[in-house]
């Protein structure tokens, strides 16, 4: 790996591909918590290789829930986020009102997140159009109360939470459980919020 100095060559030299990355990170801004995003490990026993995480979705509204979870490298633009589709659609996972997901097995990424800019930047991008077909692109949560097969069954008549990004390192480890809970939000900008939870992969998993 880049901490195994084959080469002899200074490890502080901005030649090298670790420094030239945390330069750029700190240049653009994202501090300390872009550092751990960046250098948090991936998983996996082999190089090269990554590891799972686990994600649950726990819908504490009486409202079906819309959106797209997604796991990609921030980066690297020519990343092909893993999505995980919620709507209506037979064809998406479904979350209707006061009710869970079964716990979904993902691989690790640099970000994972519902409905944040950059990840349905890199799903428009990068991805073809046939894997977007029944994918709400769509910023953060909708909440519909319409019946399944209205038109409106897949717009915010209830209205929407804000979109999530949580970042490997400062917010989760590669194999821990994140329990993402949609909740309202009598003081927020929005109906409704998202409320992460995680559970790293030695604890006991108690929801």
Same mark, same amino acid.
């Given at each position: 790996? /880049?901490?195994?100095?084959?080469?002899?060559?200074?490890?502080? *030299?901005?030649?090298?591909?670790?420094? %030239?990355?945390?330069?750029?990170?700190?240049?653009?801004?994202?501090?300390? #918590?872009?550092?751990?995003?960046?250098?948090?490990?991936?998983?996996?026993?082999?190089?090269?290789?990554?590891?799972?995480?686990?994600?649950?979705?726990?819908?504490?509204? @009486?409202?079906?829930?819309?959106?797209?979870? &997604?796991?990609?490298?921030?980066?690297?633009?020519?990343?092909? @986020?893993?999505?995980? *589709?919620?709507?209506?659609?037979?064809?998406? /996972?479904? %979350?209707?009102?006061?009710?869970?997901?079964?716990?979904?097995?993902?691989?690790?990424?640099?970000?994972?997140?519902?409905?944040?800019?950059?990840? /349905?930047?890199?799903?428009? +991008?990068?991805?073809?159009? #046939?894997?977007?077909?029944?994918? @709400?692109?769509?910023?953060?949560?909708?909440?519909?109360?319409?019946?399944?097969?209205? #038109?409106?069954?897949?717009?915010?008549?209830?209205?929407?939470? @804000?979109?999530? #990004?949580?970042?490997?390192?400062?917010?989760?480890?590669?194999?821990?459980?994140?329990?993402?809970?949609?909740?309202?939000? +009598?003081? &927020?900008?929005?109906?409704?919020?998202?409320?992460?939870?995680?559970?790293?992969?030695?604890?006991?998993?108690?929801?």
């Amino acid at each position: 790996m /880049l901490r195994n100095v084959r080469y002899r060559r200074n490890p502080t *030299s901005l030649t090298n591909p670790l420094m %030239l990355a945390l330069m750029l990170v700190v240049i653009s801004g994202c501090g300390l #918590d872009g550092l751990l995003s960046l250098t948090a490990s991936l998983g996996g026993n082999v190089a090269g290789q990554r590891g799972n995480a686990e994600v649950l979705f726990i819908n504490n509204t @009486p409202f079906r829930a819309i959106f797209v979870f &997604g796991a990609y490298d921030n980066l690297d633009r020519d990343t092909e @986020p893993t999505l995980l *589709s919620f709507s209506s659609d037979t064809a998406t /996972l479904n %979350l209707e009102g006061n009710s869970e997901t079964t716990i979904q097995e993902v691989q690790c990424s640099r970000v994972f997140s519902i409905g944040g800019e950059g990840l /349905l930047a890199r799903a428009q +991008e990068n991805l073809e159009e #046939d894997a977007l077909e029944n994918v @709400p692109l769509i910023e953060g949560v909708y909440f519909s109360s319409a019946e399944v097969g209205d #038109d409106d069954a897949d717009e915010p008549t209830e209205g929407m939470a @804000p979109p999530i #990004d949580s970042n490997i390192g400062p917010d989760f480890e590669c194999g821990s459980l994140l329990i993402y809970r949609l909740e309202f939000d +009598e003081d &927020g900008p929005e109906r409704f919020r998202i409320d992460l939870t995680v559970v790293p992969a030695e604890s006991t998993r108690g929801v």
